[in-house]
């Protein structure tokens, strides 16, 4: 039954419900100033809008990997869609910063949880021969809709207003994500309510392999790297003379890196190997940031934005085989679900630290050379995973 046509109906479902969830974490980028001059915040304060949204969605996510082990993706996810539409409806009615972080912060968050993992590793289970090819195309719904969506929301706002254009957002959530996330299913290889009959290792003995816990470490320390530019780039364009429209594209062509990252990775991962190629996009990633240290126009910040996106889509595109190739289908929800909870601290921390830099500063060059530094660390993490996991590609 694997890699069958059905299974490839969930691919592209995983894809659309990836897309959409992506696009709406992405799209704050285009909210951003319209954020600060409601509600005359710094950027710092701002921040805490995307920084908290990722934060609960990446604590949760091993609770949406477990929920959806016991009750299938398609129940989760479509939950999922409905508290994001709930909470992009909620921003537009907010009347002060605070509420926001409820509303985008910790609802939109939370939905975003309950789908994030249950679509991915939905994914896996269904494939054998073509499971990586498989995991990137389903993972490219990230690049796409962190392509599409904020640049499609950035000329939405020069029609209608920012509380407007969330509206529009959410019902456009509503519709197309409770039909994506209904056709999403288990693959038949994972028997409900008997994750025995699914060969490979459960959660607890996951967590109990160096190779985990090396994994883990090289999430947690590359996620500030990951988060940092979806929150500032723009602005730091902006700060640079960029229009407003170019400066929003910026997630855009991050996106469009991500697409053909997520994509041409499988020939490389295929010949070298997923956890090597891994770390090479995670070196990759962190020397991407050494562009930004030199932009001052906006094809330099575009020629970051590719590159950046390039790594950045293939590292999010690797992550879930990887797990399936370490550790097997038993409970790999859970796993992927754990393991995304280490970026929880990065995506919260790093862009608001960024920001109070350069509210302090005012420049961005000691958030790239510290950013460097810790993209190396993340890099000897995944050197430490080649040395220690026994995969057969």
Request: proline share 3%; glycine share 10%; aromatic share 12%.
């Amino acid at each position: 039954m694997t890699d069958s046509k059905k299974a490839w109906v969930v691919v592209w479902a995983a894809f659309v419900c990836l897309a959409l969830i992506f696009g709406v974490s992405y799209s704050f980028a285009a909210f951003f100033e319209n954020f600060a001059q409601e509600f005359a915040a710094n950027r710092a304060d701002v921040s805490w809008i995307f920084g908290l949204c990722g934060l609960v969605y990446f604590v949760l996510g091993a609770l949406g990997g477990m929920l959806a082990d016991r009750w299938g993706p398609r129940v989760v996810c479509m939950v999922g869609m409905g508290l994001i539409a709930i909470g992009l409806l909620g921003t537009s009615l907010a009347q002060s910063l605070s509420s926001i972080y409820i509303s985008y912060g910790i609802l939109v968050g939370l939905g975003i949880a309950f789908v994030y993992t249950p679509s991915i590793a939905c994914v896996q289970p269904w494939f054998t021969k073509h499971r990586g090819l498989a995991s990137g195309v389903a993972s490219s719904g990230v690049g796409a809709g962190t392509l599409l969506v904020p640049l499609a929301v950035s000329y939405l706002l020069l029609a209608v207003t920012w509380r407007e254009a969330l509206q529009i957002m959410a019902f456009c959530v509503l519709v197309l994500g409770l039909v994506a996330a209904f056709l999403l299913q288990r693959a038949p290889s994972v028997v409900k309510g008997n994750a025995a009959q699914s060969s490979g290792k459960t959660l607890k003995e996951a967590l109990q392999t160096p190779s985990f816990r090396w994994l883990y470490m090289g999430v947690i320390l590359g996620s500030p790297v990951m988060f940092i530019p979806f929150a500032h780039i723009s602005a730091a364009a902006r700060d640079a003379g960029v229009s407003d429209s170019q400066a929003v594209a910026l997630v855009g062509l991050i996106g469009i890196g991500s697409l053909v990252g997520r994509f041409a990775i499988g020939w490389l991962a295929d010949r070298i190997g997923r956890v090597q190629t891994l770390m090479l996009m995670q070196c990759a990633m962190g020397l991407s940031f050494l562009i930004w240290a030199v932009a001052k126009d906006q094809q330099v910040f575009a020629i970051f934005a590719v590159v950046f996106g390039l790594s950045y889509g293939s590292i999010v595109s690797l992550l879930p085989a990887i797990c399936m190739d370490l550790f097997g289908g038993r409970a790999v929800s859970a796993i992927i679900g754990t393991l995304y909870s280490g970026a929880a601290l990065g995506n919260l921390l790093g862009p608001v630290w960024a920001g109070r830099v350069f509210d302090v500063n005012q420049s961005y060059s000691l958030v790239i050379w510290i950013t460097l530094c810790v993209s190396a660390l993340a890099t000897f993490c995944c050197s430490r995973i080649v040395r220690h996991s026994q995969i057969n590609y």
